[in-house]
């Protein structure tokens, strides 16, 4: 049965950054978190092949589908373009996704990450598109869409040549709307123009936009005095005409409940919010915290088993917070037992993955210098 794209949950639960435990994901917390999300009456759930090491389906068939009534909430998964080799792929990894999940059917399906060379490229070869609309004949998906990391360029023409296309998945938040290599603001305008609904990732950009430096939290607090930063960011985007469901990886009860706060008391942005947002971009552009959202993708293929987004991390403590002494510690600790900066022999894997573009190898380099002398 077709879904109503236009009367969407505007708040989407992605389960990509879940709550952990002894280094698995602790379903009994997730489970509360499931509930009191839908006691809220929103009931949209991304997951991915890739996300949490794999398990991030399984996951949501212990937390979401043996839980509830299949037909009250909607189930999002992706198919990713590294994984595949083979036009057999394809159906041995959808296979296992609805195996992993517990279900018959995935209410939205996308192509994870599109974006310009390798996996545009692989989607393509073995004829993605026409392969997931047959998928959707056989009734297996409701749905279909991709995620798209590339560029403007890019997304015009995957769109000429794919109209059965129904909604795009962008990232797009206050900090990356004119961001040069993300581009957020030139993707929206595209979609919007073509009428085409948008689901939105990375609204708080990982976290980035939820721990600010205390000038920037002042000019929230002189407007909002008892607003969460994160309650800005999902505010930013809710704003915005043509935004199908904004994606929360919400990685805690607390930001469960200051999520399902904002967007079920939502209030649309005033001008004087928006001239607050305009001076906190300012001031966060005005540092040089690596762009890092957490995503993890460039640690699933590392032959060194470096925690690349924990090092960036602990790098932000001191580019952002300029407390080199705390992002030291930091560092000691995520690589303990790991793979260490100093330990990347330059393959390049991560900076093929990364969404963001970042230049892994030099920052990682930098890394190394700065925190293992």
């Keep these: 049965m077709s879904i109503e794209l236009n009367k969407m949950p505007k708040l989407g639960f992605g389960l990509m950054r879940l709550p952990t435990k002894d280094g698995e994901v602790d379903l009994s917390r997730v489970c509360t978190m499931v509930d009191a999300y839908m006691q809220a009456g929103l009931n949209y759930f991304d997951t991915a092949y890739v996300y949490h090491g794999g398990k991030s389906e399984t996951v949501a068939r212990e937390a979401i589908v043996k839980r509830y009534p299949r037909d009250s909430f909607y189930l999002a998964t992706k198919l990713p373009a590294w994984s595949i080799k083979s036009a057999e792929d394809r159906d041995r990894i959808f296979s296992e996704q609805l195996e992993r999940a517990g279900v018959g059917h995935f209410d939205f399906y996308l192509l994870h990450s599109l974006e310009d060379g390798y996996n545009y490229d692989t989607y393509e070869r073995f004829d993605c598109f026409s392969w997931a609309l047959q998928k959707k004949a056989e009734g297996k998906i409701t749905h279909f869409g991709f995620s798209f990391h590339g560029s403007p360029e890019l997304l015009e023409k995957v769109l000429d040549l794919h109209p059965e296309v129904e909604f795009v998945q962008i990232q797009l938040n206050y900090l990356d709307w004119d961001n040069p290599v993300v581009q957020s603001g030139a993707l929206y305008e595209i979609l919007r ?168 190898i030099e920052l990682l380099r930098g890394s190394a210098q700065k925190y293992e002398s």
Excluded at 266 to 276: G, H, I, M, N
């Design 193 to 360: 123009r073509r009428g085409i609904p948008m689901i939105i990732m990375e609204p708080v950009k990982g976290g980035t936009l939820a721990n600010l430096s205390e000038d920037a939290e002042a000019v929230f607090r002189a407007v909002r005095p008892e607003a969460s930063n994160a309650s800005w960011a999902l505010r930013y985007v809710a704003s915005l005409d043509g935004v199908m469901t904004i994606l929360s990886g919400m990685s805690t009860e607390e930001q469960m409940q200051d999520n399902l706060g904002t967007i079920t008391g939502f209030e649309p942005l005033t001008d004087d919010d928006r001239q607050a947002i305009d001076k906190v971009r300012r001031i966060v552009m005005g540092s040089d915290a690596i762009g890092c959202t957490g995503c993890s993708y460039c640690t699933d293929g590392c032959p060194m088993n470096i925690p690349i987004p924990d090092i960036f991390k602990a790098e932000n403590t001191d580019r952002v917070y300029k407390d080199g002494w705390r992002a030291k510690g930091r560092y000691q600790s995520y690589t303990e037992g790991r793979g260490k900066a100093s330990d990347c022999i330059g393959c390049g894997q991560c900076e093929g993955v990364c969404p963001q573009h970042l230049p892994i």
